[in-house]
């Protein structure tokens, strides 16, 4: 059934990620001052929404971890995060190759980039805690309350950094990239956003399988060595 | 709860006046940053007096995860932690006496770095701001002990407590550590107004201490 459903989910994916590129590249027109370089936008924004949307996830599987103490959600939890941090990744390179053509930098402490950079930062202490607490039980627990407190912060965060924004000269930047978009552009961004979210998805249910195993190994394994004992 | 938090508070308290761990640790370490910014910028004083107030919350941010760990890890080593966790008394008040406990530790630091922060920027604050200037110590003290003091627990029961700490807290700190400098900024004649610095660095502190009083009985279990 599992496997079943990923079959499913995978091979939709592998045809909305060639429809994506298809329009990326074929569908969308091309910006009329930015040139192709635009066509990272495709990329860029879909990861930087998904992203949130993964740190969302950790947010409700901690509180649900330490509500239920149920093991699978803290297997939720470390996916979401995992895949969040990769996709937080990505957006952190993509953002400065698609800002040094048109900006001419390659870094700005403008709000959203700060915003995810600072959640980049919060969410890897979150995967670095994991690493080192031997005992998984601890492990969930200590990670939890990172999850929950982590996205806590976030508003408290944005608002702090807009008005710091609005205090420090910035580099002139171009109106909102998402101010005007023209039909296809949004129609591409839109399939975009889509595809990633369904990246996201089989990502995130290939690493709760494994997360689910591994708890699996380490109980046979506690189970083998006090029959031996 | 507020009879724990009080029992906890002393207890943290005494510890920390025979042995003088934490405030001294987070003193000396703050003011080698304070040392090396001044070497590392060329000690050109009207530009570091314009920027003194980032200078000084840098120094305050790194040394007092010090003085955050320390109250922490020595009841981790001595087993003492375990006790507390065992204690049949409310969490929060537990929280709340070793936030109370961490907030004195790190204004004292702040107190203690103070004249060394005037004498080498030549700082001075206008008369009219001295109440800003210690109302932004005083709430960044506070925005930092509070999820300063949770993580602390959590840090000390990981194998990396030294690294855990700084990595969980510091990003978590961003908007304290804005908010702080943006006010003691303020105070110095830096910017012209500190209205909303003031009341974000109230709200996070209001936010953080709730937060962290209610997770905190999940740090404490075993």
Known sequence: MQTRRNAVLESALFMWM????????????????????????????????????????VFVASFRYLATRDPKWDARAVAAAEVGVLFTTLVLITGPIWAKPTWGIWWTWDARLTLTFVLW????G??????????????????AIVGIIGFIDVPLVYFAIRWWRTQHPQPVLMGGQDSGLDPKMRATLMVCS???????????????????????????????????? | ?????????????????????????????????????????????????????????????????????????????SGAGRAL????????????GKFFA??????????AVLPLFVIFFDVSVPAERIGWFAASFALGAIGFAAPGTLFSVVAANTRMRELMLPLLFIPISVPALIAAVETTSFALGGIDS????????????????????????YALEE
């Open chain 2, 85 to 96: 966790a065992l204690a049949p008394v409310d969490a929060g008040g537990i929280y709340l």
């Open chain 1, 121 to 124: 930062l919060i969410y890897l």
């Open chain 2, 1 to 77: 709860m507020l009879r724990v938090a009080a029992a906890v508070l002393w207890k943290d308290l005494k510890i920390e006046m025979r042995t003088r761990d934490a405030v001294s640790a987070a003193f000396v370490f703050a003011v080698l940053v304070l040392v090396v910014f001044n070497f590392a910028l060329g000690g050109d004083t009207p530009e570091m007096r314009r920027l003194a107030a980032g200078f000084f919350w840098v120094a305050f941010a790194f040394s007092g995860t010090l003085a955050l760990n320390r109250s922490s890890a020595i009841e981790k080593e």
């Open chain 1, 18 to 57: 060639a429809v994506a590129l298809v329009m990326v590249f074929f569908y969308a027109p091309i910006e009329k001052e930015q040139g192709i370089v635009q066509k990272i936008f495709y990329f860029h924004v879909p990861l930087a929404w998904n992203a949130f949307l993964g740190f969302l996830i």
């Open chain 2, 194 to 217: 500190a209205g909303f610095w003031f009341k974000l660095l109230l709200v996070y502190d209001v936010v953080f201490v709730t937060a962290s009083l209610l997770v905190f009985e």
């Open chain 1, 194 to 229: 889509a595809t990633f979210l369904l990246l996201y998805t089989v990502m995130f249910r290939r690493r709760v399988a494994v997360e689910r195993m591994k708890m699996l190994v380490d109980d046979l394994r506690e189970q083998a060595e006090g029959a031996r004992s």
């Open chain 1, 126 to 143: 979150y995967l670095m805690l994991r690493r080192y607490v031997e005992s998984p039980e601890r492990r969930a627990v200590l990670s």
């Open chain 2, 102 to 111: 961490n907030t004195i530790f790190l204004m004292a630091t702040q107190l």
